[in-house]
C-alpha cells in the first residue's frame, strides 16, 4: 500500500485533525500540528464544543457508561408490540399499525402469494378474506412479539 492508504490503517486516529478539503479531497495532510492552521483549529474546535453542548452529545462518555444508560443493568428493553386498528367496509379492509416505543419501525406481511415482510407507512388496504402479521423494531431495543390479525 502506499503511505496515503496506510493512513486509513492505522491502530489509532490523531487526536485532532484538520483538512482542507478544497485542495486535499481524501483527507490525507492532516493540518491539526500546523502553526499556520491554529486560528482555524481554535475555532472549529470551539464550534464543535458548542455543539456538542447544544445536542447533548454522548460521544464523550465512556463505553460502560453508556451501555449502562441504554440497558440499565444489562437488561435489553423490548420494543412495545404493534397495535393494529381497522375500519372494514364491504370487501375491504382498511389497516393501521402504530407503536407505543417512540422511534420504533413497524414490519407487517400479509399472506398473499410471494409477500414478504414489509415496512410500513401509512394505512393498508386489503381485500378479505386477509392476515396481517406485524412486529415493532427500534435500534438498541429488543423486537416486539408478533401480532396477527385475520379479517374473514
Known amino acids: 500500500m502506499t503511505p ?3 493512513l486509513f490503517f492505522r491502530p489509532e486516529k490523531p487526536q485532532e485533525e484538520l483538512y482542507d478539503v478544497t485542495i486535499d479531497l481524501h483527507e490525507i495532510n492532516n493540518l491539526a500540528d500546523s502553526p499556520a492552521h491554529q486560528i482555524v483549529l481554535k475555532r472549529m474546535r ?9 445536542t447533548v452529545d454522548l460521544g464523550l462518555l465512556p463505553e460502560d457508561q453508556l451501555k449502562e444508560r441504554m440497558r440499565p443493568g444489562g437488561v435489553w428493553a423490548r420494543t412495545a408490540p404493534p397495535v393494529i386498528t381497522e375500519t372494514v367496509a364491504g370487501e375491504f379492509v382498511r389497516v393501521k399499525i ?14 398473499e402469494k410471494g409477500d414478504g415482510w414489509k415496512l410500513a ?19 438498541g431495543f429488543l423486537d416486539s412479539e408478533e401480532i396477527l390479525k385475520r379479517y374473514d
Open 121 to 139: 407507512a401509512g394505512e393498508l388496504a386489503l381485500k378479505r378474506p386477509a392476515v396481517v402479521r406485524a412486529k415493532a423494531c427500534r435500534l
Open 46 to 54: 470551539t464550534a464543535l464544543e458548542r455543539w456538542q453542548k447544544e
Open 4 to 6: 496515503a492508504q496506510l
Open 98 to 111: 402504530t407503536c407505543a416505543t417512540a422511534g420504533a419501525s413497524i414490519a407487517y406481511m400479509t399472506e
